[in-house]
């Protein structure tokens, strides 16, 4: 079990990872803006981060098992679509349906994984699984820029559907047994309908501020969230019982946690990859060379904070994890067109060791916190602040690039308002890891339950 979803992890991480790097390419084949190259990650996340509670939920009671395997199919078709699109929407659409099956695999992994071994191996075990994502983070803009030099952006997602292939296979040989869950009732499809439509246009509202159309898709988006939530607290069977979130203090902020840590962390790729090759000049392996450093750094520490979560305390590891990513943003916001590379390396070595304090014990602590038969809502609820936190990074960063960019490309002659853009960017999100580290203090100590 271990063997298969770790490298589900390492294939679908590279998946995300290697992207970023192809991104100036895709932008010269096809004359994109920055805003336009946004999209083309922007949607992979909108789209998962609809999809993922429902479908979790759906696993839960037909088997997280047969839910993973199809979602991995589903990501090798999108892959392949993407590798033989003629333009920019083609590509984009081809990202969103490969997202559904993205949804489905990071809504039950977790909840597969967990399910498979006793608590007190849970730290371990969910340090090794997330070790896996950030060696295939490491790989991602190493071996991604490798393949996109030699191959070509398309032989990067060619790429992509051979991996997910391969997990696929391992999938049908290895996997037996049905793992569904007893649950009263079926899928809750009025909430997952309310859940998807409030979410979705809260998040494509974010995406297209400080517009007033943005700003109105957003408002919409919260109220239709605020009637998803009155009305599962009401419901008999519902997609999520927000019980989980008003009477399970660890639970709540450790999702809490969660969600801001990755809206502080995500773009952080999407601008060094711009930085690097549209304002340094590096080819695309140099620049995966030197946003290796991130998430190697992860890998390395990432086992050891599982472990140690197992007998200290997550709230600590996760609260001074976030305060290290708080300082490596901070450094981050010095860069210029001159700044020394082991400058930015330094920062993304802080970024690394922060993340790793902070991504396995906190997920250890919410994993924990509920009962085995919602071992699937909750890994799909790490999934969701995971995409809801990704989609308000890259939010954040189409704001500022539509604020002080606008439409033009990035080059030598708009170099300073990409920077200042860049800038921002790296400064809001070290001050909501000053909240985060608010949130992760809060949770108050975990109990393991399952």
Sequence with gaps: MLFITTVSAFCTSFAASSVNVALPLIGIEFHLSGVALNWIVTIYVLVSAVFVMPLGRLGDLHGRQMIFGI???????????????????????????????????????????????????????????????????????????????????????????????????????????????????????????????????????????????????????????????????????????????????????????????????????????????SIRGLPPSEAGLVLIAQPLIQAVFSPITGRLSDRVSPRLLASVGMGLTALGLGVLTFLDATTPLVWVLAALVLLGLGFALFSSPNTNAIMGSVEKHDLGLASATVATMRMIGQMLSMGLALVLMSVILGSHAINSETAGEFLMAQRWGFGVSAGLCALGILASLARGRSTKTV
């Design 71 to 277: 979602g991995m199919i589903i990501y090798g078709v999108g892959s392949a679509a993407a590798a033989l699109v003629t333009d920019a929407t083609g590509l984009i659409l081809a990202r969103a349906f490969s997202s559904i099956g993205a949804a489905m695999a990071f809504g039950t992994v977790t909840a597969v994984l967990v399910a498979a071994y006793p608590p007190q191996q849970r730290g371990r075990i969910l340090g090794i699984n997330v070790a896996m994502v950030y060696f295939g983070l490491s790989a991602g803009p190493v071996l991604g820029g490798l393949i996109t030099q030699v191959f070509g952006w398309r032989g990067l997602f060619w790429s992509h559907a051979l991996l997910s292939s391969v997990v696929v296979v391992l999938i049908l040989w290895r996997l037996r047994g049905n793992d569904r869950q007893h649950h009263h009732g079926g899928l809750d499809l009025v909430g997952a309908t309310l859940y998807a439509v409030g979410l979705g246009l809260l998040l494509v509202g974010l995406s297209d501020l400080p517009s007033l159309w943005g700003i109105g898709l957003s408002c919409g988006g919260l109220v239709v969230l605020v009637g998803f939530w009155l009305f599962e607290s009401r419901t008999n069977s519902p997609i999520l019982p927000v019980t989980l979130f008003t009477k399970n203090r660890t639970f709540a902020f450790s999702n809490l946690a969660a969600m801001i840590s990755y809206s502080a962390t995500f773009a952080v790729a999407f601008f060094l990859s711009l930085y690097l090759e």
